[in-house]
């Protein structure tokens, strides 16, 4: 062990408190910035149960920073466990600066522990080296322009780790020059950690265990002076803690379907956007927020997919963001914008957001011979904007009836519904969206609604959870949850040898978390393959977010960039679940194939099967 004499001990502690002065002045900023910050109106501790497993899996078990990116979240994650391993290390090391001597390597705890520390620490040293030579020489561009802050760290790391390994040779142990650099390598990490994107180390498992616990968890407006994220004052304690959270990993640029297709748009500009105006302003700031720091048009180019928020590694949750700017300049008039004015139109004078009249609806209707819901029936069958006024959508429903028939399950219709107002919803518009949920749960308890079901992940979505604030809106589910429930009863095409590749909606993957259930669907009626990017990195149809409604994209279109994606698999069917992204692909395909494959509805896959099965033609 090191033995330091009296001025030694001394410039040790000189040194020491320095360091932690160092760090306090600038993380006492950030947390007197975050604790400045407006209380979050709807938060609220519980669940613990789940915010501890959230804790245990996301933060020390590493499991989404691994999950994700197999390789360079194991040498993250090798880096993290060697730092939590080495934590009676570095107080026992600290201590011997002082004459202390808590450990010995001689003593059955100290030789095993100093031992696993041994061990942990050559896996630091292997992960550190392996994350700096991809970011200093394969350099992928998500993770942005090269930082000499990254390699300054990452050095500091390795010698902290090759001063300890060093300790176990022969001499080692009480060598002073290696106590003394171990020492400096930390007294130096330490003030560097607040002041560049290793404040997440600090941070980042406060924010992981403080999340929303709702993936895309709109917070509610309070007062009549609460317009969403206008100015410094309208940012929260967790926008303010994400915002100086992010590590800036690039994993939701990487993912994010505008950064991808040449928009304005990157999310983790969204974040460090945030961290810039509390920088300069604080959380008092009277300045709009969309301006200098944080760009308004990159806000409105958001499909609200969630695979931002989805891949952050550090509890970062983008859409309640960009969504909160997208109120605060809608509720404020600060957003104008042909398109999205003419769809508020017509959310508020037609009722739904493709400014039909309600009389085209009821033609539909009366065409199929859909019944109308009276009370009696199992199911209430939610058309929403595009089932009942889009010719596609018209066409998922027809087929929807056509399997819930040949189930006989009873089903009707209500005589009068509106928009759930997800596009509202999601461009910010709280306004129209108030009045249409609130009008939309009256209809339902009128007419006794026990059970909903929808072709629209967006309307199952949003009446499911957004509503929540406005009224309690009966149970509803996806049709590929009821189509997968009564699969067994539905006929068999398997061997057909058709190959469907199947695309999942974000609005039924990430956010409901619905994945096996129209893959199981559709592959009772061929061959079910995946494209490149599938489940939860599916990639974006580009409608939504309201998008669907805001005239043409700035770049490449991302119904462009996902159909290329899955006319490369080969496949001679692409399944769908979504009307949003059937409208979005119907054109798509055709501009990127001359001979595209099928596009077909889940609804539609089994109605056609079961015509099929019921022609006189059909064997069997």
């Known amino acids: 062990m090191v033995q330091l004499s009296r001025l030694e001990t001394a410039l040790f502690l000189v040194l020491l408190m320095a360091s932690l002065y160092g760090f306090w002045v600038r993380f006492g900023k950030v947390w007197r910035t975050v604790l400045s910050s407006k209380k979050d109106p709807d938060f609220t501790i519980q669940p613990v149960a789940r915010r501890t497993r959230d804790f245990v899996w996301e933060v020390l078990l590493q499991g989404k920073v691994i999950q994700q990116r197999p390789l360079p979240g194991l040498a993250h994650a090798l880096v993290f466990w060697g730092f939590c391993a080495f934590a ?59 930082s000499y802050e990254s390699g300054v760290i990452a050095l500091l790391i390795l010698i902290l780790m090759i001063t300890y390994l060093a300790t176990f040779l022969p001499g080692g142990e009480d060598s002073k020059a290696l106590w003394w650099s171990h020492t400096l390598a930390i007294l130096i990490f330490l003030p560097l950690i ?36 206008d100015t410094g004052k309208d940012l929260t304690q967790l926008v303010s803690l994400q915002a100086y959270s992010c590590v800036e990993c690039g994993r939701c640029t990487e993912h994010c379907p505008a950064a991808n297709t040449g928009k304005v748009l990157n999310p983790k500009e969204i974040a460090l956007g945030v961290r810039g105006y509390l920088n300069e302003y604080g959380p008092g700031g009277e300045e709009p927020l969309l301006g200098k720091h944080l760009s308004q048009e990159a806000a409105f180019q958001c ?121 509202a919803r ?116 580009g409608a939504g977010g309201g998008l669907a409604f805001l005239g043409e994209e700035k770049g490449k279109r991302v119904s462009v960039e996902r159909a290329e994606e899955l006319v490369a698999t080969g496949a001679s069917v692409v399944g769908a679940a979504c009307p949003f992204c059937n409208t979005m692909f119907r054109d798509a395909l055709a501009g990127v194939s001359k001979t595209p494959p099928k596009l077909m509805d889940i609804a539609q896959i089994a109605a056609e099967a079961i015509g099929s099965s019921r022609s006189p033609s059909s064997p069997g």
Not at 118 to 145: E, H, Q
Not at 201 to 212: D, H, Q
Not at 383 to 390: E, N, P, S, V, W
């Open 88 to 146: 009676l290390v570095t107080i026992n090391h600290f201590a011997e600066g002082v004459g202390l001597h808590l450990l010995s390597r001689d003593g059955f705890f100290g030789w095993i522990y100093f031992r696993l520390a041994a061990l942990f620490g050559i896996g630091v040293a292997i992960g550190i080296t392996a994350l700096a030579f991809r970011r200093f020489v394969l350099r992928p561009k998500w993770l942005g322009p090269l």
């Open 194 to 229: 607040p002041h560049t994107k290793h404040l997440h180390l600090v941070l980042s498992p406060v924010t992981v265990f403080l999340k929303r616990q709702t993936f895309s968890q709109i917070p509610p407006l309070v007062g009549d002076d609460d317009f969403g994220l």
């Open 303 to 423: 499909t609200t997919c969630g695979a931002c928020e989805f891949q952050c590694p550090v509890g970062v949750q983008h859409l309640p963001i960009i969504i909160g700017l997208r109120r605060g300049a809608v509720n404020t008039g600060k957003w104008e914008d042909d398109y999205g004015t003419k769809l508020f139109l017509n959310l508020e004078r037609n009722g739904n957001s493709l400014g039909f009249s309600s009389s085209e609806r009821d033609k539909f209707i009366q065409k199929q011979e859909l019944p109308i819901f009276d009370g009696t029936q199992e199911y209430c069958l939610w058309l929403g904007c595009m089932g009942a006024y889009d010719p596609q959508g018209r066409e998922i429903i027809a087929s929807l009836a056509t399997v819930m028939r040949s189930l006989n399950a009873s089903f009707g219709v209500l005589r009068r519904e509106k928009c759930t107002g997800d596009p």
């Open 426 to 541: 999601r461009l910010g518009n709280d306004l129209a969206f108030g009045q249409l949920a609130e009008n939309n749960l009256e209809t339902l308890q009128q007419s006794k609604v026990a059970r909903i079901i929808s072709i629209c992940p967006h309307c199952v979505r949003t009446i499911s959870v957004d509503w929540k604030e406005y009224g309690q809106a009966p149970p509803i589910e996806h049709h590929s949850e009821f189509l997968a429930r009564h699969i067994d009863k539905l006929p068999s095409h398997a061997a057909s040898g058709a190959k469907i590749v199947y695309h999942d909606p974000c609005y039924l993957g990430r956010y409901r978390n619905v994945y096996d259930a129209p893959r199981n669907v559709i592959g009772r009626f061929g061959e079910v393959i995946d494209p490149p990017r599938a489940r939860e990195r599916s990639f974006c149809c």
